[in-house]
């Protein structure tokens, strides 16, 4: 059976040309891409000019610029078909504008499940010049979970060791191990935080323990090593708490 499969396998391969071949086996490689202003080009040129009539045009994109069809589509529709978007950090202004965009909305929007493709993100983005996906991601990784940890009283609490201590409890060592929507379950994490702001604050220790420790393997960068690493720096490390953005809630709550 396995000798057959290999066999219809190296088949299909010879009958495909090469960038069909790049296609099939990297669609669905988790890799970060890292498209050129001339691949970009490309992409608004043949969406604008071809896609018409084109059934498959993220394919055919696929067999020109050799990145996968969902790559390609992702950087189309979350990014390249909204324009030349404002980059860089989020000023309090536009902070503002996003609470009172969901505040009018919902008065407990902080609670409410939003997707990346809610209209609401579409809205804003035309306001802030802004791409919806990157409101969107700013929205679950600093407005939300600084607003659901000041509401619980934890503004000033340093998530990074509970996450990790949590891992190293329940036998979780590296990152592909972890199922997100289960660590979201325990108390510590539900309604105090999101699983975005979690995610990035890991990949980010991930990166501060390779940092200090030039030539670790990725296999090296266990929880117990994050663990290790933590109780060494804790000591000099102050939480970051955004105090304009929390006022700027509370003056929003009380005017509703």
């Known amino acids: 059976m396995l000798t057959f499969f290999f066999s219809s396998l190296v088949t299909l391969v ?16 988790d890799k970060k891409v890292v498209f050129t202003e001339r691949d970009d ?25 050799r990145y996968s069809r969902v790559s390609i589509h ?47 993100w579409e809205n804003l983005g035309k306001i802030l010049h802004r791409t919806p996906r990157n ?3 700013h929205w679950e990784q600093v407005i939300r979970p600084s607003i659901l940890m000041f509401e619980n009283g934890m503004e000033n609490v340093d998530l990074r ?12 060592k590296f990152r592909s191990e972890i199922k997100w929507s289960e660590v979201m379950k325990d108390e510590r994490f539900s309604g105090v935080t999101t699983a975005s702001f ?3 604050k890991y990949a980010d220790l991930v990166q501060a323990v390779k940092k200090a420790n030039p030539g670790i393997k990725d296999n090296e960068v266990t929880s117990e090593a994050l663990q290790s690493y933590l109780a060494g720096t804790r000591s000099k ?20």
């Open 14 to 29: 010879r009958t495909l040309k090469v960038p069909d071949v790049i296609s099939l086996f990297n669609e669905d490689l």
């Open 237 to 256: 490390r102050s939480c970051k708490v955004n105090t304009k953005l929390l006022e700027d809630y509370v003056t929003i709550k009380n005017a509703l």
């Open 74 to 120: 992702k950087r189309y529709k979350d990014i390249l078909k909204h324009g030349c978007k404002r980059l860089g950090a989020y000023t309090d202004e536009e902070n503002r504008a996003i609470m009172l965009a969901l505040f009018q909305k919902n008065k407990n929007a902080q609670n409410q499940h939003y997707v990346q493709y809610d209209i609401v």
């Open 135 to 137: 409101i969107f991601y």
């Open 41 to 65: 080009k490309r992409i608004l040129d043949y969406m604008a000019n071809e896609a018409k009539t084109d059934r498959t045009p993220y394919a055919s994109l696929s067999k020109m610029i």
């Open 198 to 200: 979690l995610q990035l």
């Open 161 to 172: 060791p509970i996450l990790i201590d949590y891992f190293v409890a329940n036998g979780i």
